[in-house]
């Protein structure tokens, strides 16, 4: 991006009080090759299948929520802001696309059930004429069904967070703590809240994209424009940094969290 984030964070600033149109265009200027940069990553991260030019829309789509959506108090630089719904804009609607190819898969189910049932009764395998007949769609939708059939099926975008099924296990979830509890996980998240604030900016950001926004290392690396062994880094110092500010009651602190 040529505009440092200072710079961009200027004309955020400049922009919400002005509500100037020609400040966003310059806004909206200084952040666009960082929408072509964060595609162009997510795109290679999933093989090439995108679109560029589809990733690029949906991103654009997230610039402009940005805009008003982006709040200082965060203490982050708003082009750090800017990437994260960029790419989060991108990735939902990758995941809209693979809920339609879930629906496509669902239809190539009935079609395959269909020409087996069809074929055991008439000793033959079906025509796509006698198929489009049984499911009430046209021959050109069931040829596409079976083009569909043939290829692989992508792999889902939530596929990285297969193991978070784990932290809806009703014996977590029915946990009753007591007063005490209560008050000492209280207290834990004041002096996590204080240690993380502490932290130099890319340990913190990666800190708040991994835990809370819920995005891989990769993707990580794509917001702060670091390699991929860069961010593990960063999240091994920081939290080896907070275990160290959360001082000798580390333990009975992460244990009231449900660390």
């Known amino acids: 991006m040529g505009a440092s984030p200072r710079r961009i964070d200027q004309l955020w600033h400049e922009y919400q009080r002005t509500r100037d149109e020609r400040v966003k265009g310059d806004l909206v200027r ?20 995108p679109r560029l030019q589809d990733l690029v829309d949906a991103g654009m789509v997230g610039l402009m929520e940005a805009f008003e959506r982006f709040d200082p108090s965060r203490g982050v630089y708003f082009e750090t802001w800017c990437t994260w719904r960029v790419l989060g804009s991108m990735r939902d609607d990758q995941r809209k ?10 239809k190539a189910q009935r079609l395959r059930r269909a020409a087996d049932e069809m074929a055991a009764a008439h000793g033959r395998p079906p025509s796509d004429d006698e198929l489009a007949a049984a499911l009430g769609v046209s021959p050109a ?15 889902s975008l939530d596929a990285t967070h297969a193991g978070a099924a784990a932290d809806l296990d009703p014996a977590l979830v029915d946990h009753r703590p007591g ?49 991929e062994s860069r961010v593990c880094q960063l999240h ?24």
């Open 30 to 49: 200084a952040c666009t090759r960082k929408v072509y940069g964060v595609a162009k990553g997510l795109r290679s991260e999933m093989g090439g299948v």
């Open 179 to 227: 007063p005490a509890q209560r008050l000492l996980a209280d207290e834990a998240r004041l002096r996590l809240r204080e240690a993380v604030k502490a932290l130099p900016d890319k340990q913190r950001y990666t800190l708040l994209l991994y835990y809370f926004e819920k995005l891989t290392m990769a993707q990580i690396g794509l917001v702060l424009d670091v390699t």
């Open 236 to 259: 091994k110092k920081a939290l080896a940094t907070l275990t160290q500010r959360l001082g000798p009651r580390r333990d009975e602190f992460l244990d009231a969290l449900g660390g």
């Open 141 to 155: 939708e069931v040829a596409g069904l079976w083009r569909h059939v043939k290829r692989r099926r992508p792999l």
């Open 97 to 106: 696309a693979a809920w339609a190819t879930e629906a496509v898969r669902l």
